[in-house]
Each structure stands twice: as structure tokens, then as C-alpha cells.
């Protein structure tokens, strides 16, 4: 199923995740993305390749939609937006985006509806995995350590979950950043 992370430190927001894709335990491919970035918001997802896809798609359009109905588009319209898409297409995934103060808000997002705010987060077959590492993290550190952190706590889960590659995307969003 693949592993996607967010860490909000001080300095702002790291998402992170790998692109493995599995099928019968067999490697089919390490070649997916599953995190995206929008300007002011960003997202990391997990589920079929299909339906992230089909998000990533659909997510840039709604934010944009939104952008032109209202200049302060902040996290909690971009979870809501982010909520129904995962809600319908069966993905699981975290959102970033700008809150009313200037700082960079983290939210998980369920298949279910669910939003949730969150500081450190995982999802995906190696969530159990990375939360060892993540739990321990010190967060007042910098947006590099944190950055260096999420790639780190991906190369443990890909040496324990094989659903889990080494190849991994990282975005950043800074606080205050519009």
C-alpha cells in the first residue's frame, strides 16, 4: 500500500511518502506519486493508483475552483474539499495548508470522512512502523532536520514493510508563506 508522513514543526510542514506499488506481494512498480503540491496546499495519499490519480486531478481543480470564490482558501476548506475526494474515490490521506494565522496547518484526511489535525502523522501499510521513529522526533528542530527526519523514518519502514520503497518525494511549506 505504500507509507506517506506529515510532520508540522516550528518552521512550518514536511509530507512525505514513497512510491511503491504492490500486487500478490510482488513489486509492480516504484514509479507513484502520492504526494502533490498546489500552490498554497499540498497533499500525500495512499490507496489504488487509479484513484490517486484521479485525486491529485480532482483536488487541483476543487482548489482552484475555491481560489476563485474566495482568496483565503486555509486548511480547513482545504481538508473539507480533501475529505469528500478521499471519501469517495477510498484513499486515506494528509493535507497541508495556510491556517488563518499564517502558519501551516497538517490534517488527516480518512476514507471515511474523518478529518483530524495532527502534528506527526502516518499512513499506510508501514504506519505502525514509522511511528517508533516519529514519536521520538524532536519537532522544535528546523524544516531541514524535520525533512531529513521523514526521509529517514521511510528508509527504516521500507526495510521492515515491503509495501514500503526506497524511493521517496518530499514537499515543504514554510509558515507565512502565501
Known amino acids: 500500500m505504500a507509507t506517506v508522513i506529515g510532520i508540522r514543526c516550528a518552521e512550518g510542514t514536511v509530507l512525505a511518502a514513497d512510491r511503491r506499488v504492490t500486487s500478490d506481494d510482488a513489486v509492480t512498480s516504484d514509479g507513484v506519486r502520492r504526494v502533490f503540491e498546489y500552490d498554497d496546499a499540498g497533499a500525500a495519499v495512499v490507496g489504488g493508483v487509479g484513484a490517486i490519480e484521479e485525486f491529485d486531478r480532482r483536488f487541483g481543480t476543487e482548489l482552484d475552483r475555491s481560489r476563485e470564490e474566495s482568496d483565503d482558501v486555509h486548511i480547513d476548506r482545504i481538508a473539507q474539499v480533501a475529505s469528500e475526494l478521499t471519501g469517495e474515490l477510498g ?3 494528509l493535507v497541508v495548508g495556510l491556517d488563518s494565522n499564517g502558519d501551516v496547518g497538517l490534517r488527516e484526511v480518512g476514507s471515511d470522512g474523518l478529518v483530524l489535525a495532527s502534528d506527526v502523522t502516518a499512513l499506510g501499510s508501514g504506519a505502525s512502523v514509522a511511528f517508533g521513529p516519529l514519536e521520538q522526533a524532536d519537532t522544535d528542530r528546523g524544516l531541514d532536520d524535520v525533512e531529513a527526519l521523514a526521509r529517514e523514518t521511510l528508509s527504516i519502514v521500507a ?9 521517496i518525494d518530499v514537499v515543504r511549506f514554510e509558515n507565512g508563506d502565501d
Open 91 to 93: 484513499l486515506d490521506g
Open 159 to 167: 526495510q521492515r514493510d515491503p509495501d514500503t520503497g526506497t524511493d
